[in-house]
């Protein structure tokens, strides 16, 4: 193309402006389905969402508090994303991460409880074990051809089911409440910035440590030879084996350094002590939600940030409804609309780039006929 | 043992719909990871259909209202899919964890809605209590509790089988997951043969989720969803290799295993071995994780699955 990309045409443009698109979507069908629930009070509930913790406007210990809160709970959504966003580039669905959660939460909570070890030992000890149930999928993607997806799901309730099992141990669970103990303060991960957030106890380098994780990704994914393999894997698996790229090699080592990441988020939720495991009958949700927030934040380690972040303060918005009228969960089904419709970005990307073309038609009939070609 | 038995043929017969649900759908080309979104709104239809009729209902119409209901349910359910992966080729793995999403929170806020209204702003609870609706369902054969939704897997079983291997119709829609170009070339309308196998797997994986809920017990939490039935039921259905029989087969495998962590303690000699409870809840997957392992290589997934159909493609 001879002309300079338009600013609308820019991939990443785009898709900023679809996942946005999305957001504003959901929220509106979130209002919608208020309104059918109680419409006398449909106004107020949404705005009770929205506005979140700056309810708390005319205290600001208390609302930074809040923020904070939320900043820490997105933390292991985030990390999660990036875990799968990183294997997705490589062509694969990695819905094991939640296994490997389950997998990092296992090892974070036994070394802190029952061994413990200090936090870095037991934040390690996560992302190893992350690795580890990620490796097993790997090798059974690599060797067997078991498809990952089926392999992580499998993995995912074996890894629940050790949980239960390991877990439930009187040094580390109080096994009539079937809930872990409180982390000793040795297994607690240092704070950072906490008297800026109302000195909220939860924040820790947990923060920093994911923006860092999340930088990484993006400088291995755009500046590295292992990186520029994986995403050619990825677009494909046999050209890529053609040059001469190691195949096995490149899902195990994606696999695993996604379930590391996984790992990894477990350890910085578990770690700072702001939730206590308890015996449960499904797999945390948390690897399947960063599924969603890896697509709402358009498959960018950066974007997947803002995403995480977004969806989280949309999660806990629900907690601000009045429970006269309305229950919580509403907003997680909205977070749920909201991940639906990220599966018509590609749609909604078209659409841009078709509108843009019609434009183009009237100034300039060349560049139409190149733009048509590179369409089709 | 009786009771070994009968929870066996319970989750034998979800598995099997629900399994048979998934492999028309992958047949047709498109993977429907939300089994388990699709399954809930089912079981949510089905008992509210069984809380609503007055009690003096005869059986036979408890039970065909609340099948009705569940089946139509699924298939709205699936529609999302549908709309999302066929028309807008949107990616599927993603539609169908959205659509897990929706259904376990749409069908909590809807129970809970539905309680509120119905007891005047007392209760709460995302759960319903249908005891004497699930009463309809049972019948006895000796000592054996037994329950009517099993003979309707077994007959929907046959049906799906002579269907699948008999009929133009299965033919075409399994044309459309190997290679749809040629079946477009052909005179196939790859579109509607995708919406009939998605459709198809939201009317059994309804059926499937009112069968989960209400064989076993009286009252669901919908906040729970079906705790991973949907997902066990695609692992059943790779393990039986896209092939109904084999999908029979292999439901009855993983649901003895199923129902072996659900009643072991009754049975003494398992009772007395010194494994635990939730060795026999990891059985199923471990076993098929051992199995896939060893018939993955030759594994017979429909070739175009998961690859939205792009007419202009070539």
């Known amino acids: 193309m001879k002309n300079k990309t338009g600013f609308m045409r820019r991939p990443g443009v785009q898709t900023l402006i679809a996942s946005i698109l999305c957001a504003v979507l959901g929220i509106v069908i979130g209002f919608l389905i208020l309104l059918a629930i109680n419409p006398s009070h449909a106004g107020e509930g949404i705005w009770a969402i929205l506005k979140n913790f700056f309810k708390y406007n005319n205290n600001t210990t208390t609302m930074l508090y809040y923020l904070g809160s939320t900043l820490v709970k997105s933390l292991p959504l985030i990390l999660c994303a990036e875990a799968i966003l990183f294997a997705y580039k490589a062509g694969l669905f990695n819905i094991g991460a939640a296994g490997q959660y389950t997998a990092g939460l296992i090892a974070s909570l036994y070394t802190s409880l029952a061994l413990g070890w200090s936090w870095w030992a037991c934040l390690l000890s996560a992302l190893l074990a992350g690795a580890f149930w990620g490796f097993l999928s790997g090798m059974f993607k690599a060797f067997f051809a078991v498809n990952e997806v089926i392999a992580g799901i499998m993995l995912n309730w074996i890894a629940l089911y050790l949980a239960n099992t390991i877990l439930a141990n009187e040094k580390i669970m109080d096994i009539s409440k079937s809930e872990t103990y409180g982390i000793p303060q040795k297994g607690i991960i240092p704070g950072f910035m906490q008297p800026v957030f109302g000195n909220n106890q939860y924040m820790t380098i947990a923060l920093p440590l994911t923006i860092i994780v999340a930088i990484l990704i993006y400088l291995i994914l755009n500046r590295t030879t292992f990186g520029y393999e994986l995403k050619a894997t990825g677009y494909n698996k046999d050209a890529a084996k053609y040059a001469g790229m190691n195949a096995k090699r490149n899902i195990i080592l994606t696999i695993v350094i996604s379930g590391a990441i996984a790992g990894l988020a477990a350890g910085c939720h578990y770690l700072t002590g702001i939730e206590h495991y308890s015996i449960s009958a499904s797999v945390p949700a948390m690897g399947f939600n960063g599924i969603a927030v890896a697509f709402l934040g358009g498959l960018n380690p950066i974007g997947a940030i803002f995403a995480g972040f977004f969806i989280e303060y949309l999660t806990m918005g629900g907690q601000y409804l009045d429970t006269r009228y309305f229950n919580p969960q509403i907003a997680d089904l909205m977070v749920a609309i909201i991940i639906y419709l990220c599966g018509f970005v590609l749609f909604i990307k078209y659409l841009l780039n078709k509108k843009k073309s019609a434009v183009i038609v009237n100034a300039n009939a060349q560049t139409t006929q190149d733009d048509g070609k590179e369409e089709q | ?314």
């Open chain 2, 1 to 314: 043992m009786l009771l070994l038995i009968q929870y066996t043929l319970i989750f034998a017969s979800v598995l099997i719909l629900v399994a048979l649900g998934g492999m028309f759908s992958e047949r047709s080309g498109i993977i429907n990871l939300g089994l388990e979104g699709i399954m809930v709104f089912g079981a949510m239809a089905g008992a509210m259909v069984m809380v609503l009729l007055p009690d003096n209902t005869p059986k036979i119409v408890v039970i065909v209202l609340t099948m009705l209901a569940a089946a139509a349910a699924g298939m709205i359910t699936s529609l999302f899919i549908a709309v999302a992966a066929i028309n807008f080729k949107a990616d599927q793995t993603l539609v169908g964890t959205a659509v897990n999403m929706i259904g376990v929170a749409g069908a909590t806020v809807i129970v809970k809605a539905f309680n509120t209204n119905r007891s005047n702003g007392t209760d709460f609870s995302p759960k319903l209590d249908y005891v004497k609706g699930q009463e309809a369902f049972s019948f006895h054969i000796g000592d054996l509790r037994l329950n009517w939704f099993i003979v309707v897997a077994i007959v929907l079983l046959v049906v799906a089988t002579v269907y699948f291997y008999k009929t133009k119709s299965a033919l075409r829609l399994r044309a459309c997951g190997e290679h749809p170009q040629a079946a477009d070339s052909v005179g196939i309308n790859v579109y509607k043969m995708r919406y009939l196998g998605v459709l198809i797997s939201g009317f059994l994986g309804g059926l499937g989720g009112i069968i989960y809920i209400s064989a076993a017990t009286s009252t669901w939490h919908f906040d729970y969803g079906v705790a991973g039935a949907g997902f066990l039921a695609l692992a059943v259905m790779i393990f039986g290799q896209w092939k109904p029989e084999r999908i029979a087969w292999s439901a009855v495998i993983f649901a003895l295993f199923k129902a072996l962590s659900s009643v072991y303690m009754g049975i003494d000699f398992l009772k007395a071995l010194p494994i635990s409870g939730t060795v026999y809840n990891m059985l199923p997957y471990i076993v098929s994780l051992i199995v896939l392992a060893f018939t993955s290589k030759n594994s017979r997934a429909p070739k175009a699955e998961g690859i939205p159909y792009d007419k202009g493609a070539r």
